[in-house]
């Protein structure tokens, strides 16, 4: 009966864990969301039809450097992609890294085209 009550805490402590990683990670990317609208990233991008120009849907299909390297260095990126698009993004590296991680958690949940 012991061993039961110890394997039944220890279950429930994990789903505590991940309960708290995804509360984590829904206010990293509520953050993100947050990050976005004050930089004012829809002048240029565009989510699920809303702003202008390039869309974004589908974009948390790749790798969360490769969103990192278009915020920090986004002629470099484009060189890496061969994008032909202009202007250049402008670089955000100046952002806090806090901010940076936001917008690549909220980036990431952009999946469907």
Known sequence: MGRFLVIAAAAALGSLGSASLAAAQDAQVQRGIAVYAAQKCSLCHKIAGVGKRTTLDGVGTKSADEIRLWLTDAKAAAAK?????????????KLPAADIDALVAYMKTLTTK
């Open 81 to 93: 992609a061969k994008s032909t698009a202009k202007p250049v993004m402008k670089d955000y590296s």
